[in-house]
């Protein structure tokens, strides 16, 4: 294959924007190392604490891979290597309501260092607001 086809390949195929819920669901697993900070913020209306932290190497691979569309064909240069921090903003009652995730590839390509980034930053809101009315035919039937 030649070297335009190859750099053609690389800028094209993102993925879509996962949901937070896909972000957070083992987020565990993705941090490194994080602490609490001493910083507070108001995000919205509540007052929250701020955490940091360290992403494996693994998860800023991955999170490179999903929103940067040349990420996932950097390993056919040679040397890559990737980083990444998060911060999450946490309310009062524990529930994370705002995060941000870095996360950074280098590498060196014939003798020139590249190095790309990505950030995402998401706001949860509406926390605690959302209705649910159950139909009388519905309760009727799960009353059965």
């Known amino acids: 294959m030649s070297m335009q086809k190859n750099v053609m390949k690389m800028f094209s195929g993102s993925r879509a924007v996962g949901a937070p819920g896909a972000d957070l669901a083992d987020l565990g697993k993705k941090i490194a190392k994080a602490k609490k ?12 604490s701020v955490y940091e932290g360290e992403l494996t190497e693994e998860a800023a691979e991955e999170m490179v891979k999903d929103s940067m569309p040349m990420g996932r064909f950097m390993k056919q240069a040679g040397e890559v290597t990737h980083t990444g921090t ?24 014939q003798g020139m260092d590249l190095e790309m980034g990505s950030t995402k930053t998401v706001t949860l809101s509406g926390i605690d607001k959302t209705k649910v009315e159950i139909p009388e035919e519905a309760k009727k039937a799960l009353e059965k």
């Open 37 to 48: 900070t001493d910083k507070t913020d108001k995000i919205g209306e509540a007052d929250c």
């Open 86 to 109: 998060i911060k999450a903003w946490v309310d009062g009652d524990g529930r994370i309501v705002k995060y941000e995730i870095n996360a950074k590839m280098s590498a060196s390509i």
